[in-house]
């Protein structure tokens, strides 16, 4: 078995900490990403993307 070493391992769970739901980092990542400025046009990206196959009417893509 492992041995501990003299190290205090930390808990898994803290329950002063505030909990999050499982969609609350998508939901923070996804309102960073409206302020996001690509570094490739969207043209460009339109044009591969295309030229690959995908296609969509998603405006976001």
């Given amino acids: 078995m492992a041995e501990d ?3 205090e391992t930390p808990p898994a769970y803290s329950a002063n900490e505030d909990t999050k739901t ?3 980092p998508l939901s923070d990542f ?3 990403l409206e302020d996001y400025t ?4 969207d043209a460009i990206s339109e044009h591969y ?3 690959a ?3 969509a ?3 976001r893509m």
Avoid: E, I, K, S
């Avoid at 690509?38 to 046009?41: A, D, E, I, R, S």
């Fill in 49 to 51: 993307l295309h030229t």
């Fill in 5 to 7: 070493f003299g190290r």
């Fill in 57 to 59: 009417t998603d405006p």
């Fill in 38 to 41: 690509p570094t490739v046009p």
């Fill in 53 to 55: 196959g995908f296609n």
């Fill in 22 to 24: 499982a969609g609350q």
């Fill in 30 to 32: 996804l309102l960073q």
